[in-house]
């Protein structure tokens, strides 16, 4: 349990953390707040717990990674939270990214592709206390028994924008998703104005692991 300690050191080093993001243009306060409230470092394998505030990823097994903070930021804020929105959450991995989004008053659902992250992850939040949605299973479906959402975040690199993920959201429901080659994937930021209009932004590039599935990367 000594890892699950959250001392004054740790928050001085998150509060630096959120100086850093916000000077990279996080412009949401209630975002960075969320960023300020969740002691990251529980997040992290002991070998690797003092880069945790570090504005960098980090490998946390099966071949995935924690986010970049500001790559957590950044997502989340495009997606416009509000307190009660139904999010899916594609790529649970460690649990950090889910745990914003229920800090921000979110009812998440979080589908994991791999099975060991899955157990690992599931068993991990119930030890922090933290309740929501967990599932394993093909993210580039979706999670069609659970729809429709009013937010949908993908936090792995895709190939294409998957036509389930469109489906199951609602009018005026927004689909943040990272699309592109294995190396380097343009953000985008669908937004579902009818059932035949969704209009689409597009960001700056980053790097995220594949996404695995039927409509992600074999």
Not at 164 to 187: A, E, F, N, T, Y
Request: hydrophobic share 40%; charged share 30%; aromatic share 10%.
């Amino acid at each position: 349990m000594l890892r699950l300690q959250d001392s004054y050191l740790h928050k001085g080093k998150r509060k630096a953390l959120v100086k850093i993001i916000r000077e990279k243009g996080i412009k949401d306060e209630r975002v960075l707040d969320a960023i300020y409230q969740l002691p990251r470092h529980f997040f992290f394998d002991s070998a690797l717990v003092s880069h945790a505030y570090e504005d960098k990823a980090f490998p946390i097994g099966e071949g995935q990674t924690i986010s970049q903070p500001f790559t957590v930021a950044f997502q989340t804020e495009l997606l416009e939270l509000k307190p009660g929105d139904k999010v899916l959450e594609i790529g649970t991995g460690s649990g950090y990214q889910g745990t914003i989004l229920h800090i921000l008053g979110a009812d998440v659902y979080s589908i994991e592709y791999q099975k060991k992250l899955y157990e690992k992850t599931r068993k991990f939040l119930d030890r922090l206390g933290v309740k929501f949605n967990l599932f394993q299973g093909d993210g580039s479906k979706g999670l069609l028994k659970h729809s429709p959402f009013d937010k949908i975040l993908v936090t792995a690199g895709a190939p294409i924008v998957p036509n389930d993920l469109i489906r199951q959201l609602k009018i005026g429901g927004v689909l943040v998703i990272p699309v592109g080659d294995r190396s380097s994937q343009k953000m985008l930021k669908l937004t579902k104005k009818s059932r035949t209009q969704v209009v689409k932004e597009e960001f700056d590039s980053f790097a995220f692991v594949p996404l695995l599935g039927k409509d992600g990367w074999k």
